[in-house]
C-alpha cells in the first residue's frame, strides 16, 4: 500500500465513522422525538426496521469494500469491549418494571442481561489481548461477545412479542408502547444495532487472529498507543 493512502486514511475513516455515528443517532433521536416509533396497536415495524437497517447496512458494505473491512479489523479490541460497560444502564429496565412501566417477561431479561454484560466488559477487556494470542482465552472472550449477542437479540424478540401478543400471555403489551416512545425508544434503534455491530466486529476481529494462529501468523491488533502492525489489518 502506498505510505500516504496509510498514512492519511485511518484519518479519514475516523471522520466517515464519526460522520455516520452522528447521522444515525440524529435520525434516530428526530424520530424518537416525533413518535415514528410508536406501534399503534401492531407490530413495532419501524422500530424493528430501525434496529435491523444499519446491521444490513454495514454487512453489504464491509462484504465490497476491502478497505471498511481492514479499517473495522483494525480499530483497538479494548474500546470496542470497554463501550459496553454503558450495559449497566439496563438497570433502568429493572425500575421500571419495579414501578410498573415495564412488564416482566421483558424488563428482567434485558435489564439484568444488560447488566452481567456491562459489569464484566472491564474484565473482558483485560482479557482481550490475551485472547489473541491464547486459544482458552480466545474462547472465554468469544463466549462473553456471543452471550451479549444474544442477550440483545433476546431482548428485541421479547420486546416485539409483548408488544404483539394478547396481554395475558407475557404481560403488559401496552405498557411496551413506553419501548416506543421518546426517549427509550433511542435503545432498540440506536443503541441495539450499535452494540451489536460492536460485538460483531470484535468477533471477527478474534476470528482472525485465530485464523492467523492457525497458519502461524501474528495478528492482534496493536494497542492504540502503538504502531499497527501490517498483519493486524489482513483479511
Sequence with gaps: MDASIRHHSP??????????????????????????????????????????????????????????????????????????????????????????????AFALSAGWGDVFIGATAPLVAAATFGAFTRATTRRWVVAWHLLGLLDLVTAVGLAVLTSTLPAHVLGGAEAMRLMGGF???????????????????????LRAAATAAATGRTNAPAPADQPEPAAAVAV
Design 11 to 104: 484519518a479519514r475513516a475516523q471522520d466517515w465513522t464519526t460522520a455516520v455515528l452522528v447521522l444515525w443517532f440524529t435520525a434516530a433521536l428526530c424520530g424518537s422525538a416525533y413518535g415514528v416509533f410508536q406501534a399503534a396497536g401492531g407490530p413495532p415495524v419501524m422500530i424493528g426496521a430501525a434496529a435491523a437497517l444499519p446491521l444490513v447496512a454495514l454487512a453489504l458494505a464491509a462484504a465490497g469494500l476491502p478497505a471498511l473491512r481492514r479499517h473495522l479489523l483494525a480499530v483497538d479490541p479494548r474500546a470496542l469491549v470497554l463501550v459496553h460497560i454503558t450495559r449497566v444502564g439496563g438497570m433502568t429496565f429493572l425500575i421500571l418494571h419495579r414501578h410498573a412501566l415495564l412488564p416482566a
Design 183 to 205: 426517549p427509550l425508544s433511542l435503545i432498540p434503534t440506536f443503541f441495539v444495532p450499535l452494540l451489536a455491530i460492536l460485538h460483531a466486529i470484535s468477533l471477527a476481529q
